[in-house]
């Protein structure tokens, strides 16, 4: 049997990895400036995680949710604690396509609504609503679409006024897109429709998936904007590569036996991993240090010429260019051995690094980027 070949591939075979460096099978380090995606968190293989892990499966791995699991109790603790979410509660799934599946089911179970607004740019994961609220219609089959879901464009305050009332059943928005090339939206307008959607019953979502667990340097990306999100989503940083999706969710939705429902979710294996995540961030000042090195990154990358705009917050980093970024990718891999993401803005290319990078490493990035980039300038003759 062959694998179904949806993925793109780099030219890459790891088989280690330590901190920020990924050991592929010829023993060549690359830099990973791209974190798997927004998972990696507190660092490849880092030692404590790898204890809690082993420690755990030589207990118990698995058993379902038949039974109580006070790992569960525990990571909605620290959870409810390093977030400012503590009244909320905590369900436990296992990616972030099931965590703003199950958000907006709960969504209508609550007000009885069907219609998502959702905004232009979004990605919210590839199951049956969370595809339907993604504004990507060639990942969207006809069965999809059947969902009542409206895109309307970020940071538009007039058309969110006219959209947003009693016919909605919830609003998803990103804390900042990903996917779109790191796109945020004004503290201002998600004051804005935080209290559209209070004041029209409508539950508003705020999917964290990429932007939250510490990556902006806030636990949340909007947690800065002061508002209070109905139900909010987490999964990649939360697991540090273990699978793991949450949804926290407010006091006044009301929870019922069987209204959600998950074989593998909030397992011992992905708990431990979980708890264990949000002990590094606190124990090493984590979210400290995505904020001082993405500081040193942004202010190093909006300098460099051929460079047009840099967004974002903290170690989750658009970084625009003239022209398409992938040239520019290429090089720093086979160059520069330098992982980076990519985005749906064939200009830009996104920095997602593990939140314990180093200022060393980040040095060295910029050193790379930089010579890259001239080259790029430089005429060939
Ligand atoms: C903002 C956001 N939401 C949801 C998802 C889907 O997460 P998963 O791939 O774990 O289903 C992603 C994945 O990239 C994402 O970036």
Redesign the pocket.
């Known amino acids: 049997m062959k694998t179904f070949n949806v993925y793109p591939l780099l030219p890459v075979t790891p088989v280690s990895a330590k901190g920020a460096i990924v050991t592929d099978e010829n023993g060549i380090d690359y830099l990973d400036f791209y974190g798997g ?2 998972v990696i968190s507190v660092g490849h293989s880092h030692p404590h995680y790898v204890n809690s892990l082993k420690t755990q499966l030589d207990k118990i791995a698995f058993y379902s949710n038949a039974v109580q699991n006070p790992l569960q109790e525990i990571l909605a603790e620290k959870l409810g604690k390093i977030s400012g979410y503590e009244k909320h509660f905590l369900f436990l799934c ?7 599946e199950n958000a907006l089911k709960l969504s209508s179970f609550h007000n009885e609504r069907k219609k998502i607004i959702a905004f232009e740019g ?6 049956s609503a ?1 595809v339907a609220a993604t504004n990507d219609l060639t990942i969207n089959a006809k069965i999809n679409l059947q969902h009542e879901v409206e895109f309307i464009p970020l940071n538009d305050f007039g058309i969110a006024e006219k959209k947003i009332d009693e016919t909605v059943s919830a609003v998803i928005i ?2 900042i ?3 779109a090339g790191v796109v945020e939206p004004t503290i201002e307008f998600l004051q804005f429709i935080s209290k559209k959607c209070k004041e029209t019953g409508t539950v508003l979502i705020l ?5 939250g667990c510490g990556r902006t340097g806030d636990f949340f990306a909007h947690t800065k904007s002061g508002i209070e999100a109905d139900l909010i ?1 987490m ?2 940083g939360l697991g540090n590569g273990y ?1 793991i ?1 949450a949804v926290l969710i407010a006091p006044q939705f009301q929870a019922k036996h069987g209204l959600l429902g998950t074989t593998f979710g909030g397992n011992y294996l992905a708990c431990t991993a979980a708890i264990s995540v949000l002990e590094i961030i606190e124990m090493e000042s984590l979210q400290k240090n995505a904020e001082l090195i993405g500081h040193y990154l942004h202010s190093e990358i909006f300098q460099i010429p051929g460079v047009t705009k840099v967004s974002g917050r903290g170690l989750m980093i658009g970084v625009t260019l003239e022209d398409n970024c992938a040239g520019v990718r290429t090089q720093l891999l086979n160059e520069h051995h330098i992982f980076t993401g990519s985005s749906s803005c064939k200009k830009t290319l996104r920095l997602l690094p593990p939140l314990n990078i180093t200022m060393q490493q980040a040095e060295l990035f910029v050193k790379a980027f930089s010579s890259v980039m001239k080259k790029q300038l430089t005429p060939a003759n």
């Open positions: 995606h927004a296992n990616s972030g396509a099931e965590a703003n979004s990605f919210h994961g590839r199951t969370a990103e804390g897109q990903g996917v999917d964290e998936v990429q932007s989503t999964a990649k699978p999706g």
